[in-house]
């Protein structure tokens, strides 16, 4: 058991799930960079892939070179989505995770520092 001033106490309640929060928009944004280096895209972005597979053109009527086309610029409207949607997804990790950083070191910055002269005036807990 180690002995801890009840402000203390307090700061430990506050910051445990801010940890665990930091930890898991840590994890997040890892994870989410390692997808991206090695182009495996979310989920929710694969879903997105089929459009450019849904685009028929009736190649009776409009010349085949002019459909071909088409579906290129289906294809790289389709390239364009995918590589804004994957930028914007890991600016916002980042950002959350940036955030989350900073409310931590707040408040481990505030967490008062052990003194011998504070002890004997301030009550004292356990921490487990």
């Known amino acids: 058991e180690q002995v801890a001033t009840a402000t203390q106490w307090?700061?430990?309640l506050i910051l445990k799930p801010k940890?665990?929060?930091?930890?898991?928009k840590n994890k997040n944004y890892q994870i989410l960079s390692k997808r991206v280096?090695?182009?495996l895209l979310p989920k929710f972005i694969d879903k997105i892939d089929n459009i450019d597979s849904s685009l028929k053109v009736d190649e009776s009527i409009i010349k085949q070179d002019e459909a071909q086309e088409?579906?290129?610029q289906?294809?790289?409207?389709?390239k364009d989505f995918r590589t804004q949607t994957m930028t914007l997804h890991i600016q916002s990790?980042?950002?959350?995770?940036?955030?989350?950083?900073?409310?931590?070191?707040?408040?481990?910055?505030?967490f008062?520092?052990?003194?011998?002269?504070?002890?004997?005036?301030?009550?004292?807990?356990?921490a487990a």
């Open 10 to 12: 307090n700061l430990h």
């Open 19 to 24: 940890v665990k929060l930091w930890s898991i």
């Open 37 to 39: 280096k090695f182009d």
């Open 70 to 72: 088409m579906y290129n």
């Open 74 to 78: 289906m294809r790289q409207i389709t």
């Open 93 to 110: 990790a980042a950002r959350e995770y940036e955030v989350i950083l900073h409310q931590v070191n707040s408040i481990i910055e505030k």
């Open 112 to 126: 008062p520092q052990k003194n011998d002269d504070d002890e004997s005036d301030a009550e004292i807990g356990y």
